[in-house]
């Protein structure tokens, strides 16, 4: 199983962008159950939880987004996805995705860069 993220880019504060993250080789079977999430990295600093989705609708966020970001995912695609409205500069992260047990090898992400 290989996780892919894509959708990442450079923008300006407040705009926004369509995080997409792919369980290339994950049988549907095994995707179904698992709660997923995506996560943020930044130099120096330890990955962190930024969005999390349970079952087909039930959501988490953090603090930091709650209100600005939106997780959703498509089963019948093995894809989670990640809305992002209002970015700001301190989302500028590396963006992954993984299950919330995180047992699947990290993807290499995709880079979001938000200017002020």
């Known amino acids: 199983v290989r996780l892919v993220e894509s959708g990442g880019g450079l923008v300006q504060a407040g705009a926004s962008l369509r995080l997409s993250c792919v369980a290339s080789g994950m049988i549907t079977s095994v995707f179904n159950p698992n709660d997923w999430g995506w996560y943020r990295q930044t130099p120096g600093k330890q990955r962190e939880l930024v969005a999390s989705v349970a079952g087909p609708r039930s959501t988490n966020y953090a603090d930091s987004v709650q209100g600005r970001f939106t997780i959703s995912r498509d089963n019948a695609r093995k894809r989670i996805y990640l809305q992002m409205d209002n970015l700001k500069p301190e989302d500028t992260a590396v963006y992954y995705c993984?299950?919330?047990?995180?047992?699947?090898?990290w993807g290499q992400g995709t880079q979001v860069t938000v200017s002020g």
């Open positions: 993984n299950t919330l047990k995180e047992y699947l090898p």
